[in-house]
């Protein structure tokens, strides 16, 4: 049941709200889908930061062509263990779901897959992807780099990203260790949270300019 002053949306109605913007916005259907199942997940494990409070950005970013809203990432060198890819600019959940199943099929072969990419976006949360491995039954890694936007210790100029990684191991009896977090003191999308609803951490300052 919702507190006094919210709402309950189904997850279905959620997906399907996200799906029809992301095609309203140009992006093809599977790529949209794609985007919202990550989207949808973050807001269930309570990453609002990451979850549907991201989408306008992405329908920003397919309006404006600054991202690819259809198309398929490409191997442009692989060996048995390995790939680098190139996204092609697409969706960051198009390009980072395509490299984690690439590396699942490596590794069910070759007992390791490691592939990296140039040319993605914004993926989302880096769990997803660490999820994906694992529910294979593997152990998953996720990494990205991000924009300068952090500072390093002491500095006027920003000049680190919030580079998120994430880890997955299945355990026993329907357990599982999942890490995900930024390696700054607190991912961007917090901050902004915390920025929108006026609050303070008491270690986070704005500059509204």
Not at 7 to 33: I, N, P, W, Y
Not at 72 to 78: F, G, Q, T
Not at 165 to 176: H, K, N, V, W
């Amino acid at each position: 049941m919702a507190a006094l002053g919210e709402s309950v949306v189904a997850k279905h109605e959620m997906q399907r709200f996200m799906v029809e913007c992301m095609t309203t916005a140009g992006a093809s259907d599977s790529h949209a889908l794609q985007l919202a199942q990550v989207l949808l997940e973050a807001d269930i494990r309570g990453h609002y930061s990451h979850g549907l409070n991201r989408l306008d950005m992405y329908v920003r970013d397919v309006q404006q062509n600054v991202c690819k809203g259809d198309g398929e990432p490409v191997i442009l060198k692989e060996r048995a263990g390995t790939a680098w890819v190139d996204g092609n600019n697409l969706l960051g959940p198009v390009v980072g779901n395509f490299c984690m199943d690439l590396a699942i099929k490596k590794a069910k072969i070759a007992g390791i897959g490691w592939v990296v990419a140039k040319g993605s976006n914004h993926y989302g949360i880096a769990g997803w992807y660490a999820l994906r491995a694992m529910k294979q039954g593997m152990l998953g890694m996720s990494m990205t780099n991000t924009s300068p936007i952090s500072y390093p210790t002491r500095s006027a100029v920003p000049a680190l990203g919030t580079n998120p990684i994430s880890l997955a191991a299945p355990g026993t009896a329907d357990d599982a260790f999942v890490l995900d977090m930024a390696s700054t003191t607190v991912a961007i999308g917090k901050v902004f949270i915390y920025f929108y609803f006026g609050m303070t951490t008491g270690r986070v300052k704005y500059d509204s300019s």
